[in-house]
């Protein structure tokens, strides 16, 4: 069985976004994907990186987790951080609600998370962080020639 | 250093830059409303020309733009959208509040 495990500490900083996305883009290559599937991955772990800076540490710079394995033909995602935690996680998912207007959050995030990977599930406890588990399975390398 | 905005005319042009994502949405906030202040604006135009990647903080920059200008009469346009960027503006409904322009091949 196809195997691999990846773990990044990171602080939460914006420059991280970029940085974090391309790491797991990086790490997914070994599946083959298509380079939609590559930019679904991309989109999902930005969005999630993203909501741990803004909503998780807003007021100061902490630490970010990510996590991602492989299963045979599926990735596994986990970004987690120890920060401020959601009250409400059916609100904070419903596309276009967001408690940061001020910063023009346009509240899509967990919209895009659904939407680009196959299954997302979120753990939360106010005070004590949140965790995003997302997975998806690449069909990539069937589509070459 | 590159330029992000420029007005032709009454027209805003925004370079959009390769990335578009919190860490580099700020820039073009600040930049498109410090013309949007100065200057009549008619139209804020994104150009996607050299972009590979936006995610949803991207919207917020457009709907945020969108908002400011709409209130003087004017509206928010798109252009060069590869494949990717057009799916995102698709999901988010931005399509129903800007104007795409589609350019020749």
Known sequence: M????MKIEFDSVSENEGFARV?????ASNLNPTLEEIEDIKTAVSEAVTNAIIHGYPYS???IWLEASIREQT????????????????KAMEPMYTTRPDLERSGMGFAFMEAFMDDIHIESQVNHGTTVFMKKTICGGEEQE | MEEIVKLEGDVLWIQVPRELDHHNCGAIREAADQMLL??????????FAGTEFMDSSGIGVIVGRYKN??????MVSAIHLNERIRKIFLLSGLTKMITIYEQEA
């Open chain 1, 75 to 90: 990735l596994f995602l986990q970004v987690k951080d120890n920060g401020c935690g959601i009250e409400n996680i059916a």
């Open chain 1, 2 to 5: 196809r195997e691999n495990n």
């Open chain 2, 38 to 47: 100065q200057h009549p604006v008619r139209e804020v135009l994104f150009d």
């Open chain 1, 23 to 27: 790491a797991v883009a990086a790490f």
């Open chain 2, 69 to 74: 200008i709409k209130c003087f009469g004017g």
């Open chain 1, 61 to 63: 710079v902490e630490k």
